[in-house]
């Protein structure tokens, strides 16, 4: 029966849950507002399934680039609507043309993150953009494994310890399913995201975008639309992603993460072309321009489907690398993770980033000065 014994060795990617023929395990959320695997030892037969399944013991589960690009989708709307180039959209479209589904990040009626799955074209907008939240995986894995038994197309889109959470609990090749990683920061807490949004104090929430780009890709806005007021922040300026960036909000496996420095669970990858003026700044007009890797013959296989809607510049794989600190490092655990944390219950988000996050005053100065 699985049991943490050390949380930094869980991504909470719901395999084990999923997997339990006996639905005896619980993902329960522990006080950082991360959700944990917990087995109701007296339902629980021993089979050892949820150990087999769990992709943290596994290590020959990734795989590395074989080409990079640059690529952003030719249609504009579809463009101004994603995070980067819109390359998400054109795979999804595919698979749903062919009768397949299409599975990934959503906001639900709360504004918490949650994976879906979309069969309709006229969904998939809640797919787009990169909500920073960590999402919560649910069912949709046994969701999954019932598309392919019934023969449909899958694309499977989500973090790399996502897609390896699902290919874990899979247990074996399908031809119709092919996986996206986003390249990954780290996720925060749904906690965090939950205490951050309820102390704007905006009303009831009509809309969330992490990344509007109607100032631009490389200044991206946090636009928070509530019935008595609407937040919009340029990325670093706004608390909940200064939380983020500085790396103090990320769940304790972030912190151990097995998919960096180029290695991936799916069959292509996706991320920001930052660094992109130094390899292709004829496709850069600031309206946002993926990164994309292809990992396996079936990335390619998809990019083939979609190529003419695509405008795409081949660069080195060394463009992953330059500006991309995700794709390469890791998160290192630090102070300001322990105090967010601890503080997560009696103070603000606000106060806690304004205190331990944004460091004191002096300190600024300090800074300042030496820059
Ligand atoms: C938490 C997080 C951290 C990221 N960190 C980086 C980074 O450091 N560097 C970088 O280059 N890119 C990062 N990205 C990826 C980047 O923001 C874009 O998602 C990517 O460039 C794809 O953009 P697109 O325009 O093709 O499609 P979009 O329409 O923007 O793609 C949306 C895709 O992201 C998935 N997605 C959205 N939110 C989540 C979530 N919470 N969990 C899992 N999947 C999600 C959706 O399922 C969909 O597949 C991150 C994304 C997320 C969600």
Same mark, same amino acid.
């Given at each position: 029966m699985i049991q943490i014994v050390d949380k930094a060795l869980c991504t909470g990617?719901?395999?084990c849950m999923n997997i339990c023929?006996?639905?005896c395990i619980e993902m329960k959320e522990d006080e950082q507002g991360f959700r944990y695997p917990l087995v109701n030892s007296s339902d629980c037969i021993d089979c050892g399934l949820c150990e087999q399944v769990c992709h943290m013991t596994k290590s020959d589960n990734t795989s590395k680039p074989t080409a990079v690009y640059g690529a952003r989708n030719k249609d504009l709307e579809e463009r101004m609507n994603s995070s980067s180039g819109g390359i998400f959209a054109l795979m999804a479209k595919w698979i749903l043309e062919q009768g397949g589904s299409v599975y990934g990040a959503a906001f639900n009626r709360d504004y918490e993150v949650e994976h879906i799955r979309v069969t309709?074209?006229?969904?998939?907008?809640k797919l787009q953009t990169s909500k920073y939240v960590q999402s919560i995986i649910g069912k949709t894995y046994s969701e999954v494994r019932n598309d392919l038994l019934q023969d449909k197309y899958v694309l499977f889109t989500g973090t790399p310890c996502q897609i390896a959470g699902l290919k874990g609990f899979l247990r074996q090749e399908y031809d119709k399913l092919f996986c996206q990683d986003i390249m990954c920061h780290g996720v925060p807490s749904p906690k965090l995201w939950k205490k951050y949004l309820a102390e704007? =104090?905006?009303? @009831?929430i009509k809309s969330i975008s992490f990344r509007d780009k109607a100032q631009g890709w490389a200044d991206f806005h946090v636009v928070i639309r509530g019935e008595k007021k609407t937040v919009s922040d340029v990325f670093n300026k706004n608390t909940y992603m200064r939380a983020f960036l500085s790396d103090a909000s990320l769940r304790p496996s972030c912190y151990n993460c097995h998919y960096k420095n180029l290695e991936y669970a799916g069959d292509f990858c996706l991320g920001d072309f930052w660094g992109i003026e130094e390899f292709c700044p004829e496709i850069n007009d600031n309206k946002g321009v993926s990164l994309l890797l292809i990992n396996t013959s079936k990335g390619?296989?998809?990019l083939d =489907?979609?190529? @003419?809607?695509?405008?795409?510049k081949d660069v080195p794989t060394e463009a992953?690398?330059?500006k991309n600190g995700a794709a390469v490092n890791g998160a290192a655990m630090n102070e300001k993770n322990t105090a967010l944390y601890n503080n997560i219950d009696n103070m603000t988000v606000h106060r806690i980033v304004e205190k331990y996050i944004r460091g004191s005053f002096l300190n600024r100065v300090k800074n300042k000065l030496k820059k």
């Open positions: 990617c719901h395999a023929p006996r639905s309709d074209k006229a969904d998939l907008h704007l =104090k905006a009303g @009831d390619k296989e998809l =489907k979609v190529r @003419d809607n695509i405008e795409l992953a690398r330059v």
